[in-house]
C-alpha cells in the first residue's frame, strides 16, 4: 500500500482550472478517471488525512502511486474527455454499471438491401433502425409476430435467406403470408424496403396513420361486398390494436422522453431507466453499480447519462430527460446532451402530474432491481471482499488478491494440447485479458509438463518486458502509445492451476527458474475441491461453504471452460481443413472460387487441370500445383454422424457435420483417439481434459 503523500503533488503545481486527471498504481495502469471544475480544489481533496476519507476513497489513494492531469478549456470538454478515459482505460475504481450490453432491441437492418426484423443486442450499429430495449426477447418476439400479419418484412438469416432464393421456394413464414417473400421475387427490393419503413414508423409511435388507413380499406372493401378481404383487414386492426396493448399509454400529451431513477445504499447503486416514446413506454433497462466512492445521487445519474448516450447522436436522445437529482453543475451536462443530439434538450427533475407519478413507478423499480442485487452471491461486494480475504488467509498471503490469474490444460487423448489463461480482478471476470496458448515445447499427452510450458512462456514475457529498464515506467515499454498496458505487463498477485500437487510444483518450479519469487500459487483439485500449495505436504480445505472456495471453484471453471472451447475449436478446425489450404499462394478468394466452380472439394479432386485453368484466377502454374497437392494428400476417410451412425460421404459436397456432443463438430471414424459411436454423456466426457 502506497502512502499519498509519497506522490501527492507540490503546492502550486495543480493548475486551479477545469480539467481530468488520472490516477495510476504502481504498474503505471490506470485505476481511476475524474474531472473538476477546479482540479487544485478537487484532488486536494484525496490528499488529506486518510482517517477523513470515505473507505473506497481511501482504498483507491493507497493503491495508487501516482497521479497526472490534462486540462482543458471548458466543463463540456472535461466531461467528454473523462467519458472517453473511461471507456480506453477501464478504471477498476471508477463507477461502471453492469449488464447494459445483455438488453434486448427489436432492430430492423435498414443497411441491408433486403431488410430483417431481429432481435439485436450488444454495440449499435449504423444504419439499423432499433427500438426497446425490452426486459426479455420473447416480449420482442410476440410483438413482431403480431405486426408481421400487417407488415410482412423478412425475419430469416442470411443464409436462410440465399438457400430460399437458389431453391425457389420460400420458407413457412412465405407460405403462411407473414412474410413477403423476397428472397422469390413476391415483391421488389424497393417494395420490401418500402414495407420495413412502415414496421419501423409503426414501432416508433406513429401508429394512428395506419390504423385509419387500414379501417378505411376495411370498409371500403365492405362497401364491394369483398367480404373475406374485410374480414382480413380487421383481423389485421385487431393485431395492431393488441400490439400497441402491449405498451400502455403513460403520458398523455405524446412525449418523448427517458426517465432514470436511482436505489442506493452505502455499497452500491441501481439505475433503472424507462424510455417512454409517443406517450407510451417502449423499453425499460436498468444497471447495478459498486460505489467505489462517496458520490452524490447526481454524480451518478451524470455516470448514467454518459453510459446511455456516450454513443448516440441525433433522435437517440430524446428531447426531454427526467432524473431524480441534478448533476453539479448541471449546465455542462446539459449542454453535452444538447450537442449529442443537435436541438435543445431538457434535463430536469419532474415536479407534479403524469411524470411525477411515473417517476415513482421507475423508483420502485429501481428499489426491487437493488433488493434483487443484494441476492446475487457472485456479484456481491461485500461477499468477494471476504472470499479475497480468506483466500488470502488459507494461503497466508500478505494481501487480499485483487487479480487472480488461472491456467488450466485441454486435450483431446493428447491430441490438440492447448491451455488457457483467464483473469479475476477484484472477484470479477476481466474476459478482456484472458489469453489461450498451443502447447509447442512437446507433442503427446502431459499435463505436467504442459503446465510448467504455459507458465514459462507467459512470465517471460513479463520479465521481457519489465527489464527494458529496470523499472515500471511510460518509457519502459510496458504501456502502449494509448496508456493500456500490454498484453503481460501486469502481474498477478495469485496464480491458480487447475490440479493437484504435481501441477502446482510444475508451477513453483517454473516462476523459481525466472527468478519470481513474490507472485503465490495454489492448485484447486476437482476431486476433493482441495487446495494445494507448493512444498506442503497436505492440502488446505476451506469449508464447503467458504466464499473464498466458491470463487475459487468459479475461476478454476471458467478456465476449465476457455480451454475446452479452444480446444474444441482447433479440433474442428483440422477436420474442416483441405489440401487447397497448403498451396502456396492461394489466398481465400480464389479457393471460394474453385470451389464455387466445381460444387465441392470432392469434384475438384477429380478435375484434371485443363479443367481447374478454367476458373477465372487460376493458371496452369498453380493448377499444377493443386493437382500436386491433392495426390500427395492422403484421402479422408469418412465422417460419420455418432447420433445416428451414418457415414457421412457427402461431407465435402457441404452437408452438415454433426456429434452427438457438440453441434458442428465432425467426427473422423479413421482419426485415432476419436469416438465413432455416440457413447454415454459421461464417456464422452472423459474423452476430453
Given at each position: 500500500?502506497?502512502?499519498?503523500?509519497?506522490?501527492?503533488?507540490?503546492?502550486?503545481?495543480?493548475?486551479?482550472?477545469?480539467?481530468?486527471?488520472?490516477?495510476?498504481?504502481?504498474?503505471?495502469?490506470?485505476?481511476?478517471?475524474?474531472?473538476?471544475?477546479?482540479?487544485?480544489?478537487?484532488?486536494?481533496?484525496?490528499?488529506?488525512?486518510?482517517?477523513?476519507?470515505?473507505?473506497?476513497?481511501?482504498?483507491?489513494?493507497?493503491?495508487?502511486?501516482?497521479?497526472?492531469?490534462?486540462?482543458?478549456?471548458?466543463?463540456?470538454?472535461?466531461?467528454?474527455?473523462?467519458?472517453?478515459?473511461?471507456?480506453?482505460?477501464?478504471?477498476?475504481?471508477?463507477?461502471?454499471?453492469?449488464?447494459?450490453?445483455?438488453?434486448?432491441?427489436?432492430?430492423?437492418?435498414?443497411?441491408?438491401?433486403?431488410?430483417?426484423?431481429?432481435?439485436?443486442?450488444?454495440?449499435?450499429?449504423?444504419?439499423?433502425?432499433?427500438?426497446?430495449?425490452?426486459?426479455?426477447?420473447?416480449?420482442?418476439?410476440?410483438?413482431?409476430?403480431?405486426?408481421?400479419?400487417?407488415?410482412?418484412?423478412?425475419?430469416?438469416?442470411?443464409?436462410?435467406?440465399?438457400?430460399?432464393?437458389?431453391?425457389?421456394?420460400?420458407?413457412?413464414?412465405?407460405?403462411?403470408?407473414?412474410?413477403?417473400?423476397?428472397?422469390?421475387?413476391?415483391?421488389?427490393?424497393?417494395?420490401?424496403?418500402?414495407?420495413?419503413?412502415?414496421?419501423?414508423?409503426?414501432?416508433?409511435?406513429?401508429?394512428?396513420?395506419?390504423?385509419?388507413?387500414?379501417?378505411?380499406?376495411?370498409?371500403?372493401?365492405?362497401?364491394?361486398?369483398?367480404?373475406?378481404?374485410?374480414?382480413?383487414?380487421?383481423?389485421?386492426?385487431?393485431?395492431?390494436?393488441?400490439?400497441?396493448?402491449?405498451?400502455?399509454?403513460?403520458?398523455?400529451?405524446?412525449?418523448?422522453?427517458?426517465?432514470?431513477?436511482?436505489?442506493?445504499?452505502?455499497?452500491?447503486?441501481?439505475?433503472?431507466?424507462?424510455?417512454?416514446?409517443?406517450?407510451?413506454?417502449?423499453?425499460?433497462?436498468?444497471?447495478?453499480?459498486?460505489?467505489?466512492?462517496?458520490?452524490?445521487?447526481?454524480?451518478?445519474?451524470?455516470?448514467?447519462?454518459?453510459?446511455?448516450?456516450?454513443?448516440?447522436?441525433?433522435?437517440?436522445?430524446?428531447?426531454?430527460?427526467?432524473?431524480?437529482?441534478?448533476?453539479?453543475?448541471?449546465?455542462?451536462?446539459?449542454?453535452?446532451?444538447?450537442?449529442?443530439?443537435?436541438?435543445?434538450?431538457?434535463?430536469?427533475?419532474?415536479?407534479?402530474?403524469?411524470?411525477?407519478?411515473?417517476?415513482?413507478?421507475?423508483?420502485?423499480?429501481?428499489?426491487?432491481?437493488?433488493?434483487?442485487?443484494?441476492?446475487?452471491?457472485?456479484?456481491?461486494?461485500?461477499?468477494?471482499?471476504?472470499?479475497?480475504?480468506?483466500?488470502?488467509?488459507?494461503?497466508?498471503?500478505?494481501?487480499?488478491?485483487?487479480?487472480?490469474?488461472?491456467?488450466?490444460?485441454?486435450?483431446?487423448?493428447?491430441?490438440?494440447?492447448?491451455?488457457?489463461?483467464?483473469?479475476?480482478?477484484?472477484?470479477?471476470?476481466?474476459?478482456?485479458?484472458?489469453?489461450?496458448?498451443?502447447?509447442?515445447?512437446?507433442?503427446?499427452?502431459?499435463?505436467?509438463?504442459?503446465?510448467?510450458?504455459?507458465?514459462?512462456?507467459?512470465?517471460?514475457?513479463?520479465?521481457?518486458?519489465?527489464?527494458?529498464?529496470?523499472?515500471?515506467?511510460?518509457?519502459?515499454?510496458?504501456?502502449?502509445?494509448?496508456?493500456?498496458?500490454?498484453?503481460?505487463?501486469?502481474?498477478?498477485?495469485?496464480?491458480?492451476?487447475?490440479?493437484?500437487?504435481?501441477?502446482?510444483?510444475?508451477?513453483?518450479?517454473?516462476?523459481?527458474?525466472?527468478?519470481?519469487?513474490?507472485?503465490?500459487?495454489?492448485g484447486l483439485a476437482k476431486r476433493l475441491e482441495e487446495v494445494w500449495v507448493p512444498d506442503e505436504d497436505d492440502p488446505v480445505v476451506l469449508p464447503r461453504?467458504?466464499?473464498?472456495?466458491?470463487?475459487?471453484?468459479?475461476?478454476?471453471?471458467?478456465?476449465?471452460?476457455?480451454?475446452?472451447?479452444?480446444?474444441?475449436?482447433?479440433?474442428?478446425?483440422?477436420?474442416?481443413?483441405?489440401?487447397?489450404?497448403?498451396?502456396?499462394?492461394?489466398?481465400?478468394?480464389?479457393?471460394?472460387?474453385?470451389?464455387?466452380?466445381?460444387?465441392?472439394?470432392?469434384?475438384?479432386?477429380?478435375?484434371?487441370?485443363?479443367?481447374?485453368?478454367?476458373?477465372?484466377?487460376?493458371?496452369?502454374?498453380?493448377?499444377?500445383?493443386?493437382?500436386?497437392?491433392?495426390?500427395?494428400?492422403?484421402?479422408?476417410?469418412?465422417?460419420?454422424?455418432?447420433?445416428?451412425?451414418?457415414?457421412?460421404?457427402?461431407?465435402?459436397?457441404?452437408?452438415?457435420?454433426?456429434?452427438?456432443?457438440?453441434?458442428?463438430?465432425?467426427?473422423?471414424?479413421?482419426?485415432?483417439?476419436?469416438?465413432?459411436?455416440?457413447?454415454?454423456?459421461?464417456?464422452?466426457?472423459?474423452?476430453?481434459?
Open positions: 500500500m502506497a502512502d499519498p503523500s509519497s506522490y501527492r503533488p507540490k503546492p502550486g503545481q495543480i493548475p486551479d482550472s477545469p480539467g481530468v486527471y488520472r490516477f495510476r498504481d504502481e504498474h503505471r495502469r490506470v485505476i481511476y478517471v475524474g474531472k473538476a471544475k477546479s482540479l487544485r480544489q478537487r484532488l486536494a481533496n484525496y490528499f488529506q488525512d486518510l482517517a477523513g476519507l470515505h473507505p473506497r476513497t481511501r482504498t483507491m489513494v493507497t493503491t495508487a502511486a501516482s497521479v497526472e492531469w490534462t486540462v482543458v478549456s471548458t466543463e463540456v470538454e472535461a466531461l467528454q474527455l473523462e467519458y472517453s478515459w473511461i471507456k480506453e482505460y477501464d478504471p477498476r475504481f471508477n463507477v461502471k454499471y453492469r449488464d447494459d450490453k445483455s438488453y434486448p432491441y427489436l432492430a430492423v437492418t435498414m443497411n441491408e438491401e433486403f431488410p430483417r426484423v431481429q432481435v439485436m443486442r450488444g454495440h449499435k450499429k449504423k444504419g439499423v433502425r432499433y427500438f426497446g430495449p425490452y426486459g426479455h426477447a420473447w416480449a420482442i418476439r410476440d410483438t413482431v409476430d403480431l405486426l408481421l400479419r400487417v407488415f410482412p418484412v423478412r425475419t430469416c438469416s442470411a443464409g436462410v435467406f440465399k438457400n430460399a432464393a437458389r431453391t425457389g421456394r420460400p420458407c413457412l413464414l412465405g407460405y403462411i403470408g407473414k412474410c413477403s417473400a423476397p428472397c422469390v421475387g413476391r415483391v421488389s427490393a424497393e417494395e420490401h424496403r418500402e414495407l420495413a419503413e412502415e414496421f419501423g414508423d409503426f414501432m416508433a409511435g406513429r401508429t394512428g396513420t395506419y390504423l385509419r388507413r387500414l379501417e378505411k380499406q376495411m370498409t371500403a372493401a365492405a362497401e364491394e361486398m369483398e367480404y373475406e378481404r374485410a374480414a382480413r383487414l380487421r383481423d389485421d386492426i385487431e393485431a395492431l390494436k393488441k400490439a400497441m396493448e402491449k405498451s400502455a399509454v403513460v403520458l398523455a400529451d405524446a412525449t418523448d422522453a427517458d426517465l432514470i431513477a436511482v436505489a442506493e445504499d452505502e455499497l452500491e447503486a441501481a439505475v433503472q431507466i424507462f424510455h417512454v416514446r409517443g406517450g407510451r413506454v417502449r423499453g425499460q433497462r436498468g444497471w447495478v453499480t459498486d460505489k467505489v466512492e462517496e458520490i452524490t445521487t447526481g454524480a451518478l445519474v451524470e455516470h448514467a447519462l454518459q453510459q446511455l448516450y456516450g454513443e448516440e447522436t441525433g433522435d437517440a436522445v430524446p428531447k426531454e430527460v427526467l432524473v431524480p437529482a441534478l448533476p453539479d453543475p448541471v449546465e455542462p451536462v446539459q449542454q453535452w446532451l444538447t450537442d449529442r443530439r443537435g436541438s435543445i434538450v431538457s434535463l430536469r427533475i419532474p415536479q407534479r402530474g403524469d411524470k411525477k407519478a411515473l417517476m415513482e413507478t421507475v423508483q420502485r423499480n429501481a428499489q426491487q432491481a437493488l433488493v434483487l442485487h443484494k441476492t446475487k452471491r457472485a456479484s456481491d461486494l461485500t461477499t468477494r471482499s471476504r472470499a479475497l480475504e480468506e483466500i488470502a488467509e488459507a494461503l497466508d498471503l500478505d494481501s487480499a488478491p485483487l487479480r487472480i490469474e488461472c491456467y488450466d490444460i485441454s486435450h483431446l487423448q493428447g491430441d490438440d494440447v492447448v491451455a488457457s489463461m483467464v483473469v479475476f480482478e477484484d472477484g470479477l471476470q476481466r474476459k478482456s485479458e484472458y489469453r489461450r496458448f498451443q502447447i509447442k515445447g512437446f507433442e503427446g499427452q502431459d499435463d505436467v509438463r504442459s503446465m510448467h510450458e504455459v507458465i514459462n512462456r507467459r512470465f517471460r514475457r513479463y520479465l521481457a518486458e519489465k527489464e527494458k529498464t529496470g523499472e515500471w515506467s511510460e518509457e519502459d515499454g510496458l504501456v502502449e502509445e494509448n496508456g493500456r498496458p500490454k498484453r503481460f505487463a501486469y502481474p498477478p498477485q495469485l496464480v491458480v492451476v487447475d490440479g493437484g500437487r504435481p501441477q502446482v510444483a510444475a508451477a513453483r518450479r517454473a516462476l523459481e527458474e525466472l527468478g519470481i519469487d513474490d507472485i503465490a500459487v495454489c461453504t467458504s466464499e473464498g472456495l466458491y470463487l475459487l471453484q468459479r475461476v478454476r471453471d471458467e478456465a476449465h471452460r476457455f480451454a475446452i472451447t479452444y480446444q474444441r475449436a482447433k479440433r474442428a478446425k483440422r477436420f474442416r481443413s483441405s489440401p487447397l489450404d497448403d498451396v502456396p499462394g492461394l489466398g481465400e478468394t480464389r479457393k471460394q472460387a474453385l470451389i464455387k466452380h466445381f460444387g465441392s472439394v470432392k469434384k475438384l479432386r477429380s478435375a484434371t487441370i485443363d479443367q481447374i485453368c478454367e476458373v477465372p484466377g487460376i493458371g496452369r502454374k498453380t493448377a499444377e500445383t493443386i493437382a500436386v497437392a491433392f495426390a500427395q494428400a492422403a484421402p479422408a476417410a469418412p465422417a460419420v454422424n455418432t447420433a445416428t451412425g451414418e457415414i457421412m460421404d457427402d461431407m465435402e459436397d457441404g452437408a452438415p457435420e454433426t456429434t452427438a456432443g457438440t453441434p458442428g463438430e465432425p467426427v473422423s471414424a479413421g482419426t485415432p483417439g476419436e469416438p465413432v459411436s455416440a457413447g454415454t454423456p459421461d464417456e464422452r466426457r472423459g474423452m476430453e481434459r
